[in-house]
């Protein structure tokens, strides 16, 4: 009886171990899942979401591997028909099993908190009048495995509306359709929105926020690794949403640089719209559908393009 206890509790260790060793490694596999880490940002929100994949493997794994064992092992014998032994209740059992998924969530809760602190992207944070209680130290201030950031924030509008990205650049007053930012260091947006709401999403980045009509939104962070990404608008916007998209191009502040004084050396000129296009195809069909759209803003002008 005695070495029938050792073994059952060698098998649970082995198991537990097994278990551990095996989520810790699914944990791991989350940062492949996703894209390139190109924001400072983006280290906090992958480290949180390997975090639960690697809690969830943990649970999920931790249930199965329960189960398998007592089908395995404690699986009645052939034609036992008979009943269970009546159990009315574990006092004790029941109090685990409540308390271990309420500090499961408080933790998760917590962490997420703080790195949306850390963070320090503002959002809408401004609109109900918050602050950060914790002083935590931003994303941007010296992340791991990222070289010194500078500490000057460039100021950039961002006017969504449908169906199209207008980027302005107030120091050289300069209007495009692709967005420019200079790599290490941080960027402050003021999102606006022309007509209905708008999602400013980079998934690049792991950063979206909505824009809200009638609002001024600051939403700041800090691009770290060069090369060209994809805005996208994560809101329904209307008919032709799904062309309401933008190339986000990273550069070394000296290209920067260089792009801002050879943009402001072009003349503005109406920018491509991809949905004014498709709406002029569809205005110009013999046969009507019936179906009723908004037409999509003017094009407007910019110094670049894109």
Known sequence: MKIQKILSILTLLTGAIAVTISSLWIGKQAYFWLPPQAAAESLLIDDLISFLVTLGAFIFLGVTSTLMYSVIFHR?????????????????????????PILLVFWIGGYSYQVYEQMGIQGPSELVHLHNPLAMQSAHAEPKDVPAIAESVEKIDVLAKQWAWVFHYPEKDITSTEL???SDRRIRLALRSQDV?????????????DIIPNHAIDFEFTPIRPG????TDSQYSGTYFATMQANVVVESPEDYQQWLAQAATQKPSPAKNQAASEYAQTSNQSV?????????AAPTLVNSPG
């Open 228 to 231: 060209q990404y994809r805005l």
């Open 180 to 182: 420019h930012l200079p």
């Open 76 to 100: 009645a014998v052939k034609d036992d028909f008979t009943d269970g032994p009546p159990i009315h209740g574990n006092v004790t059992l029941e109090v685990v099993w409540t308390a271990i």
């Open 288 to 296: 009507q559908t019936g179906w009723v759209t908004v037409p999509p």
């Open 197 to 209: 709401l708008h999602g400013f999403y980079i998934p690049a980045f792991r950063l979206k926020q």
